[in-house]
């Protein structure tokens, strides 16, 4: 089955190029959705970026049919939704949210309750989680609600 992309090829300008290759689901280049969830892994070759793309709506099933995924050039993501080229030198294990409704951005601390924040901005979102976790501290030490085991890479072939 052929692909009807949203943007034609006529339309791409060279909005970031040489940034190498990703992976980006076809809510994005298909259905026209902006991008809701981005995360940088460690590049599985010299060609690839890291970067993985998703519009935040895609269902398990969706994402488990590799048919639904495809490699493109980050600048061909970069023109579906320019938002994403600040965050383009973001090193690996980075990941970026947008809520869908709001279009703000969204950051937490994992296992500190209350540390949650949204913001228009990167660096508005990154002030707002200093300032919710030093209002935390004020009171002393937080009850941290999780331990730190380790981290672990699940590759997917």
Known sequence: MTKRFALDPSEMRALTEGRGS???SDRITVAGQRVGFMYRDLPDNELDSGWRFFSGEETQDYADDPTNFALYDVNTIANYDPDIIVHLDAPAFSAFERDADTGLYIGFVPGLPGAHT???S???LNANL???VEML???GEPNIEAEFVGT???EVN
């Open 118 to 120: 949204q913001a228009e």
């Open 22 to 24: 990703c992976l980006a």
């Open 122 to 124: 990167l660096d508005e």
């Open 130 to 132: 200093k300032e919710v």
């Open 152 to 154: 672990q890479l699940v």
């Open 137 to 139: 501290f004020e009171d």
